[in-house]
């Protein structure tokens, strides 16, 4: 599966727009783009996921570049809540192989 | 529904005891996956499992041993556990066929001493 590479941390007031960036720059045609969050001492969440086209659910936006090679997750109005480490994740569609987990990106909502 | 629990919560074992960890889902999902969280680090997958009598190695699998007679559970086992092993465990479980997503457990802090 393609690397993934995303910023250490960040940080976003409430109530504003977090995006959330991550280069994939390997990326190949048959593989799908995920978003988990980990919130302190819990299990990770699921958020989001695409291959090509942008995607919207309630809880965030998945916005991929035309090329593949980038990706960025958009909390629409951060909130406190908001604040976990969150993961950007890609993986070949089908098959057996699971999710591969790095470091993520920590985020963090300030009031 | 409960989705994904996990017995025990904490435990603390002394260098080269054993231990089993239950990870159960009523989910009827096919895959079940064993991971392992160290301090400031992400997830790094130990086993897993993509059906009822099925298991797979991951990343970290020494040390690891897991069986999964039941589709709706799956046991991650130390023989004999060491400090290293120290970590927080967490079971997620996810349909079949692709894509899915993975639904995580709550995870279970492990000391070994």
């Known amino acids: 599966d393609a690397k993934t590479t995303q910023p250490t941390s960040m940080d976003c007031a409430e109530g504003r727009a977090a995006n959330l960036p991550c280069n994939h720059s390997t990326i190949s045609g048959n593989e799908y783009v995920y978003w988990y969050r980990q919130i302190h001492s819990q299990g990770p969440q699921y958020i989001i996921h695409g291959l090509k086209n942008n995607e919207t659910n309630e809880m965030a936006s998945l916005i991929i570049t035309e090329d593949r090679k980038s990706s960025t997750l958009i909390l629409p109005h951060a909130t406190l809540r908001d604040t976990a480490v969150y993961y950007c994740?890609?993986?070949?569609?089908?098959?057996?192989?699971?999710?591969?987990f790095g470091k993520g990106t920590r985020l963090s909502v300030i009031a | 529904n409960a989705g994904v629990t996990q017995t025990p919560k904490f435990r603390v074992l002394k260098t080269g005891q054993s231990m089993t960890l239950l990870c159960a889902q009523d989910m009827n999902h096919e895959y079940m996956y064993w991971y392992r969280q160290d301090p400031g680090m992400g997830l790094r997958l130990i086993h897993y499992s993509v059906g009822e009598g099925t298991t797979a190695k991951g990343e970290v699998p020494d040390g690891y041993n897991v069986s999964r007679l039941k589709k709706q559970n799956f046991l991650l086992g130390l023989e004999s556990a060491a400090p290293s092993q120290t970590s927080v465990y967490f079971c997620a479980s996810s349909w079949d066929p692709y894509p899915h997503e993975q639904y995580f457990g709550p995870g279970t802090r492990l000391t070994v001493t």
């Open positions: 994740i890609v993986r070949v569609g089908g098959g057996n192989t699971p999710l591969v």
